[in-house]
């Protein structure tokens, strides 16, 4: 059974300060179970006030990151500094008492080389995914690696790669994060896709293929609500899309214009969407 329903922060902006904490309530109020928190700084968030208003609000918290341009986990002499970046995510993750960190945790979102990865590559996220994966085992965090599609990366685009990279990190804090938009551009079939993860899924992001609101799209919810049923899928599925104006974003996910009439109607329309596939499954 499916953990609960979430919606992401940066359907309104990429920052977590006194603008974002006031909206907290209203989707409490809207009838989301919980909320995913950005972490792009570590250092520039406070996570005891962030868990203080999602908890007050009555709701529970997973978290996301993007890696900064400086950081990546499949350079030899970037490797190691970098494993110690993203370990502090997943220190910043547990202290807001967030059960996932989510996200494309090799390379910056947008980093294309004109090639696929390298045997070497591959072989430094292994390694590199396995040491963070040890302080996320120890905090209670799970991480879960997103596949993004080839226009975003060059590095990990479809599931059976996905499933591949995490059978040979060999941990068990370290699965995947399948999203509905990338998958709709790389996979066959989104519904074989799922079934392919199985028991590596970790975490679920409900996005349209246009990053609209979800339900309005060519994504077949049915369909992929049928094979999450059908791998016993139990952690959360959170509605993804992103607010136009987010700087840390734009250029990488070429967002320039709004994608629903306003954050709120895309956030609640999705949800009132979700639930009705819920209730039908």
Not at 41 to 51: G, H, I, N, T
Not at 236 to 249: D, G, Q, R
Request: aromatic letters at 8%; proline letters at 5%.
């Amino acid at each position: 059974m499916i953990t609960g329903l979430g919606v992401h922060l940066m359907v309104w902006g990429g920052q977590v300060g006194e603008a974002e904490l006031a909206l907290l309530p209203a989707i409490r109020k809207m009838g989301y179970d919980g909320v995913e928190i950005p972490i792009f700084a570590p250092d520039a968030l406070d996570p005891s006030r962030v868990r203080a208003g999602v908890e007050a609000a009555g709701l529970r918290c997973t978290a996301s990151t993007a890696l900064p341009a400086e950081v990546s986990l499949i350079d030899s002499p970037r490797r190691a500094e970098s494993v110690a970046w993203l370990q502090g995510v997943v220190r910043c993750a547990a202290a807001l008492g967030a059960s996932v960190l989510c996200g494309p945790l090799a390379v910056p979102v947008g980093a294309l080389r004109g090639r696929g990865y390298t045997a070497s590559e591959w072989e430094n996220a292994v390694q590199a995914l396995r040491a963070v994966g040890d302080v996320a085992g120890e905090l209670g965090v799970r991480l879960a690696f997103e596949p993004l599609n080839r226009f975003e990366t060059f590095f990990l685009n479809t599931v059976a790669d996905g499933v591949r990279l995490v059978a040979e990190v060999d941990h068990p804090a370290v699965g995947l994060l399948l999203d509905t938009f990338h998958m709709h551009i790389e996979e066959k079939s989104t519904p074989a896709a799922i079934r392919l993860a199985g028991p590596r899924l970790y975490h679920f992001h409900a996005s349209e293929n246009d990053r609209g609101t979800v339900g309005t799209g060519q994504v077949a919810w049915a369909e992929v609500f049928r094979a999450l049923a059908e791998i016993d899928y139990g952690g959360w599925v959170v509605v993804e899309s992103f607010n136009a104006v987010i700087p840390e974003l734009a250029g990488a996910t070429c967002i320039w214009r709004p994608l629903a009439e306003s954050p709120e109607a895309l956030a609640q329309e999705s949800l009132a969407f979700l639930r009705r596939q819920i209730q039908t499954e």
